[in-house]
């Protein structure tokens, strides 16, 4: 199949989404695919060039919310491309996915979108806000109601189907569990990760206030906005890494926390599970669908410093860490697998 993937963003660039499009196209690829992503080419981005077998077209794009929301400027991609057996697009409210829709349905080409998101995102700008939910009433609601539609976790497929998808297809989130591999590092003190962009709906001051006088570390993986501001409340800040880099933090580390507003379903919670460390998450978006309350980790509700304290107290008996990790562990490696995954993704391709 010759299949074209829309990203509003791509590697370089770390993220969720960019991390679900480039393994599942890879591995698309080593199937005998043909893969292009078209995405944002944002500053010192080549415009074009092939990662692990993909083909990346980077149209120029203005990012209005810097590493948020890019507003790309389309030209033809009929002549850098040509013809196509599939269309699918990543997220209903980014441009790139609206105009890979059009592109689709003028071309008649069988289109699937996935949706990463499991709620509207709200911004502290209520100008920012109130275009973003204008846009989920229109743009949004077009794409869920006319392409076949697939969510990351079952959060995501109730949340599309509430905005207007007939029906909802899960394609789970995934990780690669032979890289990581769980093999840990012994290390001085007990180290708590967190990984993710530094934006304030991620949480990461409410885990830097719950660990205040307790005898932890904290490690702070990412980068973003909210970053300047964060580091006043403490933690150790390493700036953002690749999946080797990541693995390397985590080997390092005893439980990871992931305090979010808002998922689809986490890859750090993934990754950190396929590590053997068990986990600390807000009960938002699919997490549940990974972590069992009380079983491989704990599940708090988002914002709650005090029930986030007391999860992680918890988890300083090295005992009941330990057993919680390897049930994580477990979890992980039989139900969110990269490569089953992509099988699963390549069958529904196949069957449009």
């Not at 989404?17 to 890879?26: P, W």
């Not at 149209?59 to 590493?67: I, K």
């Not at 079952?154 to 093999?183: H, I, M, P, Q, W």
């Not at 300047?228 to 693995?247: H, I, P, T, W």
Request: glycine share 10%.
């Amino acid at each position: 199949m010759r299949i074209l993937v829309f990203s509003s963003y791509f590697l370089p660039h770390k993220g969720g989404v960019e991390n679900y499009v480039y393994q599942t196209a890879r591995r698309l690829v080593k199937h005998g695919h043909k893969v292009w992503v078209v995405t944002s080419k944002l500053k010192g981005m080549k415009a074009r060039e092939k990662i692990d077998g993909i083909d990346v077209v980077r149209v120029p794009a203005f990012d209005v919310l810097p590493d948020r929301l890019p507003l790309p400027f389309i030209t033809s991609i009929t002549k850098k491309i040509g013809v196509v057996d599939i269309v699918i697009t990543n997220t209903r409210f980014y441009p790139l996915s609206l105009f890979g829709g059009l592109y689709a349905r003028k071309h008649g080409i069988p289109w699937l979108h996935v949706e990463h998101g499991s709620k509207q995102v709200a911004y502290a700008n209520l100008v920012v806000n109130a275009t973003a939910k204008l846009v989920d009433a229109t743009a949004g609601r077009w794409i869920l109601r006319n392409a076949v539609v697939a969510g990351v976790s079952k959060a995501s497929c109730s949340f599309a189907e509430r905005l207007g998808a007939k029906s909802c297809l899960v394609l789970y989130n995934g990780v690669d569990t032979k890289f990581f591999d769980g093999r840990l590092k012994k290390h001085k003190g007990f180290r708590i990760a967190f990984v993710g962009r530094l934006i304030k709906e991620k949480g990461v001051q409410d885990l830097l206030k719950a660990v205040k006088d307790l005898d932890v570390e904290v490690v702070v993986v990412g980068k973003g906005p909210f970053e300047q501001e964060l580091k006043k409340l403490g933690g150790k800040f390493v700036g953002e890494k690749d999946s080797a880099g990541v693995r390397d933090v985590l080997s390092a580390c005893d439980i990871l926390v992931n305090p979010s507003y808002g998922e689809g379903l986490p890859t750090s919670v993934l990754e950190a599970g396929a590590m053997g460390l068990p986990v600390v998450a807000t009960d938002v978006g699919g997490t549940s669908e990974i972590i069992e309350d009380g079983r491989n980790g704990f599940l708090v509700h988002p914002g709650n410093v005090s029930e986030l304290r007391k999860s992680i107290k918890k988890l300083l008996n090295a005992d009941l860490c330990k057993k919680m990790g390897k049930n994580l562990q477990k979890t992980v490696k039989q139900k969110f697998d990269w490569d089953e995954i992509t099988e699963k993704i390549e069958q529904t391709l196949e069957s449009l």
